[in-house]
Each structure stands twice: as structure tokens, then as C-alpha cells.
């Protein structure tokens, strides 16, 4: 956890083990280290193909116990979105991005068929230079 931040451990499950282009994927988020008396205040927003189900959230969490919170993505596209997860306490804020992986992951790695071999059994990638 970052030392100047707010303090708040943002703990996350996406529920959805597969989650579908155009359907609901519920995130079950848990904040912990709530200490303020004042509570901390939570600002959700999403990205990258992701909306949620009912907007931009912002509200308060209550000091003490550990506070749970399940919010529904929809991702409009494959690939990976984010959540993100603000909280703020005494002042200090934090930011969590949580991915949510719409179909199969890119590989990060090219095509076998794209490698060629060096002298030592490297497996090389070929790129043209200027």
C-alpha cells in the first residue's frame, strides 16, 4: 500500500469467471483500514470498454468494520477493462484499477511462425529498421 495514500485496502472478486460482451459482470469489493470517524469516501468510474450499471457511484464508508460493496460492470467490447476504485480518508486519496478480461487474453508474445532462430537457438523476432 502506498504511504501517502488514504489507507484503505480495496480488496476485489470478479464474480463472473468468463465474463460476455453486453452482459452484467458483478465486482465484489471489500475496503478495509477504515479508521477516519468521518468514514472514507468511495468514487467508482470505469474505462476501457466498461460501463457500470448504474453510472458514476459515490458514497461513504462507515469507520470501523470492514464495509463490502458488489457494483455490476458491462463490458462493451473484448479485451480488458477497468474499474477504478478511489477512496479517500484524513484528506489522503488512493486509486485501484481492477481489470476485467473480456474474452481470450493477447498473447504477448507474436506468432511462432514469426520467430526465427539465431546462432545460439535463441529464438529471434525480425524487424525492419529505417
Known amino acids: 500500500m502506498k504511504g501517502n495514500g488514504s489507507g484503505v485496502a480495496v480488496l476485489f472478486q470478479v464474480s463472473d469467471a468468463n465474463p460476455q460482451v453486453g452482459k452484467a ?3 465484489t469489493l471489500t475496503f478495509e483500514g477504515i479508521t477516519d470517524p468521518n468514514g472514507a469516501t468511495l468514487r467508482l468510474t470505469a474505462d476501457g470498454g466498461l460501463s457500470l450499471g448504474t453510472g458514476e457511484v459515490t458514497r461513504t464508508l462507515p469507520a470501523g468494520g470492514p ?3 458488489t457494483v455490476e460492470v458491462v ?3 473484448e ?3 477497468y474499474l477504478h476504485v478511489f477512496t479517500t480518508q484524513y484528506g489522503a486519496s488512493s486509486a485501484t484499477s481492477i ?3 473480456v474474452g ?4 504477448a508474445l507474436p506468432a511462432s511462425k514469426d520467430l526465427k532462430q539465431g546462432s545460439g ?3 529471434i523476432l525480425p524487424m525492419p529498421v529505417k
Open 25 to 27: 459482470v458483478p465486482v
Open 67 to 69: 464495509s463490502t460493496l
Open 75 to 77: 463490458p462493451a467490447a
Open 79 to 81: 479485451g480488458v477493462g
Open 99 to 101: 481489470p476485467v478480461q
Open 104 to 107: 481470450k487474453a493477447s498473447s
Open 121 to 123: 537457438g535463441d529464438k
